[in-house]
């Protein structure tokens, strides 16, 4: 959920890693390549896009004008980093897929059968169908909002939904992570109650955090996003 909206849920994440301060020109090499541009009704058709746009950032005054051309010197609040991901979510109704398969199928029979196996022809069906029915539909727009205190190595992340976390971790692990040569941990419990002193020693004590990932319920032991 939204930051802006007035209510929100947070994820909370540690970086690690990190030996200095990282400048502006060396965050800025990284994103690029990672911003989304204007929202196109035309695209690749992908189920799901998503991407870094400009923040709400309330100490930028000329945000209109800095849309389409902005870097990380206009995500900066206070002590840290706003960020902002647009999610394109595209969808195509199962009834409608099924029907228009169904009749080039069907159109398919008409002519001389192919080496193929019939499995193997409706699935090369479906998915031409699939692509041509994504490339017409229009996208839901949502955006995802987090906030990254990188003197202090941690993130909010103000959601706390699958899918937000998982375009989340996704794109500031290739954004950042990666290059930087960082790792992002999900904090959950037992991790919330270590100390600042434990966090700066867990890459070299892996097997301590694989004995807590063990306490965690099922399912919730995802916690290393490096």
């Known amino acids: 959920m939204s930051l802006q909206q007035g209510s929100f849920s947070i994820t909370r994440y540690r970086v690690?890693?990190?030996?200095?301060?990282f400048t502006v020109p060396e965050l800025n090499q990284h994103l690029h390549g990672y911003q989304l541009g204007p929202i196109l009704l035309q695209k690749a058709p992908r189920e799901l896009n998503f991407g870094w746009v400009l923040p709400q950032n309330p100490e930028l005054e000329d945000k209109a004008e800095r849309q389409q051309s902005w870097d990380i010197s206009d995500c900066l609040f206070e002590d840290g980093i706003l960020l902002r991901i647009r999610i394109e979510r595209k969808s195509v109704s199962s009834q409608l897929l099924q029907a228009i398969m169904l009749q080039r199928?069907?159109?398919s029979q008409t002519f001389e059968a192919g080496p193929e196996p019939q499995r193997v022809k409706k699935k090369q069906i479906q998915d031409e169908v699939k692509d041509e029915l994504l490339q017409m539909s229009l996208p839901s727009v949502s955006y995802l909002d987090a906030y990254w205190r990188d003197q202090d190595d941690v993130v909010y992340l103000f959601s706390q939904s699958k899918m937000a976390r998982d375009c989340f971790?996704?794109?500031f692990r290739k954004t950042f992570c990666e290059?930087?040569?960082?790792?992002l941990f999900r904090v959950l419990p037992?991790?919330?109650?270590?100390?600042p002193d434990a966090w700066q020693a867990l890459p070299q004590q892996a097997q301590l955090l694989e004995k807590l990932t063990h306490t965690l319920p099922?399912?919730?032991?995802?916690?290393?996003v490096s």
């Not at 690690?16 to 301060?21: A, P, T, Y």
């Not at 290059?179 to 790792?183: A, H, M, N, T, V």
């Open 16 to 21: 690690l890693g990190r030996e200095k301060r």
């Open 105 to 107: 199928w069907q159109e």
């Open 169 to 171: 971790e996704e794109l």
């Open 179 to 183: 290059p930087l040569e960082l790792s």
């Open 190 to 195: 037992p991790l919330l109650g270590l100390r």
């Open 218 to 224: 099922q399912g919730s032991q995802d916690l290393s």
